[in-house]
């Protein structure tokens, strides 16, 4: 674990929704801090100017971040970062590299 521990010098919240049902059963409940960890970020692509309004998965940046195992993310999450909000794309464990989750993530508005 020593190697990761020089290269994990952003501090990441993962945030999940509590899911409540209304007696209508419409869906309630906010966004509450789930755990924070120590991270490296780092930005895969960039916006690339103006794209058609119908392709906008293509307009999203893409980032990647490097985690120690422990309390595991998981696809239903969003992540908070110096004011940036993803959402996680995909999560991989290698068992090369025991320890470590690399997880992918695109932008996200609330």
Avoid: C, N, Y
């Avoid at 919240?13 to 789930?34: M, P, Q, S, T």
């Avoid at 960039?46 to 993310?73: I, K, M, N, Y």
């Avoid at 909000?85 to 932008?107: C, K, N, Q, S, V």
């Amino acid at each position: 674990m020593a190697e990761l521990a020089g290269r994990l010098s952003e501090r990441v919240r993962f945030e999940g929704r509590d899911e409540v049902r209304g007696a209508a059963a419409e869906r309630g409940g906010g966004w509450h801090i789930r755990f924070e960890r120590w991270a490296k970020v780092e930005l895969l692509s960039r916006f690339e100017g103006v794209t058609p309004r119908a392709d906008t998965r293509q307009s999203a940046r893409r980032w990647r971040l490097e985690l120690r195992d422990g309390v595991r993310p998981t696809l239903d999450m969003r992540i908070r970062w110096r004011g940036e909000l993803m959402l996680p794309t995909a999560i991989e464990t290698d068992p090369a590299m025991p320890g470590r989750i690399i997880l992918w993530a695109e932008d996200w508005s609330d």
